[in-house]
């Protein structure tokens, strides 16, 4: 059974539609990293990072590794800060 209401993909990059490679999935295909209904989820090792709809790597993406050290920086400064002036 089919439906007549469409959805739009979040992504519009990560859907490919019914036919890849010459071949017809009903279904649909989705691009790698994505994948599920409207290939809306991210696969194993892929996060959404932020308000973006984009699937990053968690492994190898840089800027998690950044932030991550920045905020536990700011955290033990403003706790050595709290210390000084208690």
Do not use: H, R, W
Request: aromatic share 18%; net charge negative.
């Amino acid at each position: 059974m089919y439906s007549d209401v469409f959805l739009e993909c979040p992504e519009s990059s990560a859907c490919l539609g019914g036919y890849v490679d010459n071949t017809y999935n009903p279904y649909g295909e989705c691009k790698f990293p994505y994948e599920g209904n409207l290939c809306n989820q991210c696969a194993p090792e892929y996060a959404k990072f932020g308000t973006s709809e984009q699937c990053v790597s968690c492994t190898t993406d840089v800027m998690y590794y950044v932030k991550f050290a920045g905020l536990l920086i700011l955290q033990i400064l403003i706790l050595l800060y709290g210390v000084k002036y208690y």
